[in-house]
C-alpha cells in the first residue's frame, strides 16, 4: 500500500562518516527500484535507481544494495556530507510504473 | 518545460472555500501523479493519470477531492469545502511511459503546492 500518516524515523550520523538507510518493500514482483532525496521546501529529486537484475549499483558517493530474498534495500552514502541531510525515499515499482514509496527516513548530518 | 510545474506554490484558504491547484508536467510524459505529504509525514497517494485511460482515483480521500488531465498534458486538483485537516504539501509528479530504450523512468516531480486551510 501507499505510505500514509507516518512519523519519519531519523538517522543522525557525524559528518565524514558512512550513512546507510534501510528500506524493506513489500512487492515480490517488483522490478524496478529508486531511492529519492527530498530537501526542505522542494520535491523528491531522483539519486539512484536499480533494477531486479541486479544486486548493487554505485553512483558518485551512493551506493544502492537490493535484497530480493528478504525483500530490502539500503542505500549508502559515503563521507556523509551537511548538503545531504534530507529525507530519503525508497520507491518500488513493477514495470516501471505506479510507484510504490516508502515512508522516508530523515538523515541529519551532525558537524 | 525543463521540469514539473506546480501553481500556485502557496496557498492560504478559509475553511470551506474550494480550491484548484495546477500542474504542468514535463512535455511528452504519459503519466501524472498526484501525491499529499503532510508535515513532516510520508508520500500519499491521490491519483494516477496515463495517457487515455480512465485515471486511478484509489487514494482520493473522500469525494471532496477531484482531478482532471485536460489534453494528455496539464492537471488541476480540486479541492471542494476545504477542511484545516487538508493543510498539507500537494506534490505532482510526471514520467515517460517504460520502453527499453529509456534507462530512467522514474517520477520527475514538482516542487509542490503549500496548503493551508485556517
Known amino acids: 500500500g501507499e505510505s500514509v500518516g507516518l512519523h519519519l524515523p531519523t538517522l543522525s550520523v557525524q559528518e565524514g562518516d558512512n550513512s546507510i538507510i534501510n528500506c524493506a518493500y513489500s512487492?515480490?514482483?517488483?522490478?524496478?527500484f529508486i531511492w529519492y532525496k527530498q530537501e526542505s521546501g522542494k520535491g523528491p529529486q531522483f539519486i539512484i535507481d536499480?533494477?531486479?537484475?541486479?544486486d548493487k549499483r554505485q553512483g558518485q558517493r551512493v551506493t544502492v544494495l537490493l535484497n530480493k530474498t528478504v525483500k530490502h534495500l539500503s542505500l549508502q552514502i559515503a563521507a556523509t556530507q551537511p548538503g545531504d541531510s534530507a529525507v530519503y525515499f525508497c520507491?518500488?515499482?513493477?514495470?516501471?510504473?505506479?510507484?510504490?514509496f516508502g515512508p522516508g527516513t530523515r538523515l541529519s548530518v551532525l558537524p | 518545460g525543463a521540469g514539473v510545474s506546480q501553481s500556485p506554490s502557496n496557498k492560504v484558504t478559509e475553511k470551506g472555500k474550494d480550491v484548484e491547484l495546477r500542474c504542468d508536467p514535463i512535455s511528452g510524459h504519459t503519466a501524472l501523479y498526484w501525491y499529499r505529504q503532510s508535515l513532516g509525514q510520508g508520500l500519499e497517494f491521490l491519483i494516477y493519470f496515463q495517457g487515455n485511460s480512465a485515471p486511478d482515483k484509489s487514494g482520493l480521500p473522500s469525494d471532496r477531492f477531484s482531478a482532471e488531465r485536460t489534453g494528455g498534458s496539464v492537471s488541476t486538483l480540486t479541492i471542494q469545502r476545504t477542511q484545516q485537516e487538508d493543510s498539507a504539501v500537494y506534490l505532482c509528479a510526471s514520467s515517460l511511459l517504460r520502453d527499453t530504450a529509456t534507462t530512467n523512468y522514474g517520477y520527475t516531480f514538482g516542487s509542490g503546492t503549500r496548503l493551508t486551510v485556517v
Open positions: 536499480i533494477r531486479s537484475n541486479m
Open positions: 520507491a518500488e515499482s513493477y514495470y516501471g510504473q505506479n510507484f510504490v
Open positions: 512487492n515480490s514482483a517488483s522490478d524496478y
